[in-house]
Each structure stands twice: as C-alpha cells, then as structure tokens.
C-alpha cells in the first residue's frame, strides 16, 4: 500500500474560501516581475524592505522582480490588479492561533524568506520562487511530513486562484504539527525535493529525452512516468559530469545507456573515449562515444 502524502491538494468552491476572509490571517505574494501594478499597490509611506520578499542588497538590485507580500483586505482591487494576470503568484492563509495578530505580516515574511534561498544536495545557493504556484506544489508534493511542517510553518493554507474562476485550488498539510527542522538560510532541500524540482525544471527537454527513446528504444515504452523521470534525473546529471551538456550530446549518452547498460562508462572501449581530448579532428568526444558504441554493437553477433 503506498504511503499516504502528508498534504491535501484539492479544490473548493470560492465562496466557501472567501467566508474565512476578515480575520486579518490572509495575505497574498504577487510576483512583481509579471506585473508592474504590484509595485503600485505599495503603500506611499510605507518602508519597502516591509513588503518585499528579497531583503538586503539582493532586495536593491532585484527590486523590479522580487515578489511583494501584501495582507489580503479589499478582495475586489486584489482580483482586478493582481489575481486578472496568469501565474500571478499565491494566496496564503495563516494558522487561526494568527487571527489578528499584530505581527502576523512579519513572522509570515521572515518564514517566506528563509524558504527564498536554498542549498542544493551538491551545495549550491539559489533562489526558490514560492511565489510560483506550480514550484510550491512541486516541491511539497516530493516532501517528506517533517519537511512539509517546515514549509508550512505557521501557514494552514496555500491557495491558487485565478480571476473569472469559481473555485479556488488549496494545498493544506493532513496534520499540523510543530517542525522538528531547524530555523536556517539558506533551506537545505533533500535529494527527492531537488530531483523534483529539477525535472520539473528541464520537463520540457526531458520530453524530448522521452520521445526519442521510447521512439529509438523499444523497452522503454514499458517504463512508467516517474521510472522515466527518476533514470533521465540520474543519468542526464551523469552526462553533464562527463561534460555532454548539449542535448544532441545528452540524448546520445542516454541510448547508450539503455544499450549497453547504466555502467557502460565502465567498460574498456568507452573509458579510453572518455580519456580522450574534446576533439579529434572535427570529432568530439561524444561523436568519437556514440562511434564506439556502434562498432561494439557490430561485433557482438560475432562473438556470439
């Protein structure tokens, strides 16, 4: 039995969300770079640094494209000017331990900005767009329930809605608890949240990747979805090792995967390629690969 998800993603209808209004528990994070009337709704005397998600002087140079975090009160002006643009950004509901809470505005952005930037399993800072519906789904849909705690915070909901819609789209944890996760910049994200989010992020070539081996390879067409996403996220990284970071180059190292096998690299005739310069002639090391490849092939009826 697989194992229960330790959030809800559902729908309701907007009506019934919008009851919850008025308890000072409901903000929205607008994504400044696709929508030049988000800088307009600052309030003029306003400090800034009080609303944007980037702090600092990442905050100064970026201001243009940080998202902006504002409390939801007139509904009607956040649907004309914010909710009317497609991935506007999300909708974010507090515990109801933050009904009126005079800092409710200040925790809720000090949370947002510790999960803004992120370290990668391989050590790497970057920035993470909460604001992005799609990204947030993504990343809590490959978390575990002590990494979920920790994402949620003191948030009871995360809520898409588009305007012209009658329902709004909800994300909320099965059990709320108190995270066990340390309070840190950057966020350290697991291997299953990076892998997710990063073929999430090369989902488009990943297709590609897809098409032309279920296409060239016959056995492949009997692998499932996320057998597929898992074997292109491992062995399109170990391309990118081996320096094949083209995808004419990514799509060749892939069929010889499935070929001659995940450890191929391994064998004779592909280890003295991989020691080879770049470029022999007007032959790169992956032309010079896949070559190999071919000729191996051509000898095996032989030595059958």
Excluded at 39 to 67: K, T
């Amino acid at each position: 039995m697989a194992e229960r998800q330790p959030i809800e993603v559902f729908k309701q209808s907007l009506e019934v969300w919008q009851a919850g209004l008025g308890k000072g528990t409901d903000f929205f994070l607008a994504e400044a770079a696709i929508n030049t009337e988000v800088l307009s709704m600052l309030p003029e005397s306003a400090d800034v640094d009080d609303f944007r998600l980037y702090w600092g002087n990442m905050g100064e140079v970026h201001a243009s494209i940080s998202p902006y975090l504002f409390p939801l009160t007139d509904w009607d002006s956040f649907a004309a000017e914010i909710a009317m643009q497609p991935n506007w950004g999300v909708l974010i509901r507090l515990t109801e331990n933050y009904r009126h809470h005079p800092q409710a505005a200040q925790l809720l952005m000090e949370h947002l900005r510790e999960w803004s930037m992120i370290i990668s399993p391989q050590q790497e800072d970057m920035l993470l767009r909460v604001s992005d519906w799609t990204i947030l789904k993504v990343l809590l849909e490959a978390s575990s329930d002590e990494e979920v705690q920790a994402i949620f915070g003191p948030v009871a909901q995360f809520v898409f809605w588009q305007c012209g819609e009658t329902d709004v789209e909800v994300i909320t944890r099965r059990e709320q608890k108190i995270s066990t996760l340390p309070h840190r910049s950057p966020q350290r994200l697991s291997k299953a949240q990076y892998q997710a989010l990063n073929i999430w992020g090369n989902r488009q070539i990943y297709r590609q990747y897809q098409d032309h081996l279920q296409a060239h390879h016959s056995e492949t067409q009997a692998w499932d979805q996320s057998q597929f996403d898992a074997y292109l996220h491992q062995h399109v990284s170990q391309a990118n090792q081996l320096g094949f970071s083209q995808p004419v180059d990514v799509v060749r190292y892939l069929s010889l995967t499935v070929v001659f096998g995940e450890q191929f690299t391994t064998q004779t005739w592909a280890k003295q390629v991989l020691k080879s310069p770049d470029y022999q002639g007007t032959q790169s090391r992956m032309d010079q690969l896949f070559e190999r490849g071919l000729s191996e092939l051509d000898k095996e009826p032989e030595q059958s």
